[in-house]
């Protein structure tokens, strides 16, 4: 039979294991995002710079504007103006209703990924295969196209002018 003892040294060693396997997956927890054209992984990594909201949505695929903004109309205008800035609305419009490019704010969705954030995320950061460019500047090596905070901040507003019906699954995260 086993001593006390015993039992207690295959416990912490137990524990030890369990602590060991849990520290390296906590350290690599991270949104591991696609490309739209191919499948393949997008090269964004969290950057100085990026602010903590941005930092947060590379860790965790939950865009922290999306309810924010669904709650505070006003700071919503951030993202709208970010949209025109890097002139999203030559082709989708200024209120993103569609022109050139499709309306993003039915429920038509180009491909059915956008329904989250992560989804369109991936589509604007590395662009598709039916006309949107790569705009984020670490997909697209120009450091003058959009870092990750202001896509999140665009994808915020653009959840705020949905004029479809049904579930807004992007609420739910
Ligand atoms: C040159 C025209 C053009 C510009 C400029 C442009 N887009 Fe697009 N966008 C498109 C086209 C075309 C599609 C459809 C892509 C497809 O089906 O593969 C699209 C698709 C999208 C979608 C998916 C819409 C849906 O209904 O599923 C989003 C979101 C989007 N664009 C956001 C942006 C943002 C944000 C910017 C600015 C940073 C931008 N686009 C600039 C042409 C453009």
């Not at 499948?39 to 100085?48: E, K, N, R, Y």
């Not at 505070?72 to 951030?78: C, N």
């Not at 800035?85 to 569609?98: D, E, I, K, L, R």
Request: charged share 20%.
């Amino acid at each position: 039979m086993l001593g006390s003892k015993a039992v207690k040294a295959t416990l912490f060693a137990t524990m030890l294991t369990l602590i060991g396997l849990a520290l390296p997956l906590q350290a690599s927890a991270e949104c591991k995002l696609v490309s739209t054209k191919d499948g393949s992984p997008l090269p964004i990594v969290a950057v100085d710079t990026d602010t903590p909201e941005a930092k947060s949505f590379l860790a965790t695929c939950i865009n922290p504007y999306t309810k924010l903004y669904a709650a505070d109309p006003e700071a919503a205008k951030a993202g709208k103006k970010k949209f025109g800035y890097y002139s999203c609305t030559q082709c989708h419009g200024a209120n993103a209703g569609g022109q050139v490019g499709p309306s993003i704010t039915d429920d038509r969705w180009q491909y059915a990924k956008h329904v989250t954030d992560k989804g369109m995320f991936e589509t604007i950061s590395g662009g598709s295969n039916g006309g949107m460019f790569a705009w984020h500047q670490q997909v697209s090596g120009n450091p003058d196209l959009v870092p990750t905070d202001d896509i999140l901040k665009i994808i915020g507003w653009l959840r705020t002018q949905y004029q479809g019906g049904g579930d807004k699954p992007w609420l739910n995260d």
